[in-house]
Nanobody
Framework: QVQLVESGGGLVQAGGPLRLSCAAP????????MGWFRQVPGKEREFVAS????????DYASSVKGRFTISRDDASNTVNLQMNNLNPEDTAVYYC????????????WGQGTQVTVSS
């Protein structure tokens, strides 16, 4: 079992930045592909970004490409999502998730952190 804990959510004005972090206390996730997802009430959870275990490969949803950056520090077991130039459409609960490299299914999820962007 891998416990994921997100932090860094909050209220920010449109155009501003916010940085989310995901930690796995007491557990290394260096062999996992880490991802960020987000969900708005009444809508499906959507993919935001992912990073492979070595950090050399990243993937982004088209809606955030160029504004968001995912990074990881396996030494400290953290994954970060730097979000710049936020807009109200980015308002959602953001979730950190993990999957094994050979699987397409994310099996470990955090509890989520709210991000609210005011116009």
């Amino acid at each position: 079992q891998v416990q994921l804990v997100e932090s860094g959510g909050g209220l920010v004005q449109a155009g501003g930045p916010l940085r989310l972090s995901c930690a796995a206390p007491g557990r290394t996730f260096s062999m996992f592909v880490m991802g960020w997802f987000r969900q708005v009430p009444g809508k499906e959870r959507e993919f935001v970004a992912s990073i492979n275990w070595g950090g050399g490969s990243t993937d982004y949803a088209s809606s955030v490409k160029g504004r968001f950056t995912i990074s990881r520090d396996d030494a400290s077991n953290t994954v970060n999502l730097q979000m710049n130039n936020l807009n109200p459409e980015d308002t959602a609960v953001y979730y950190c998730a993990a999957r094994l490299a050979f699987s397409s299914k994310y099996v470990y999820w955090g509890q989520g952190t709210q991000v609210t962007v005011s116009s």
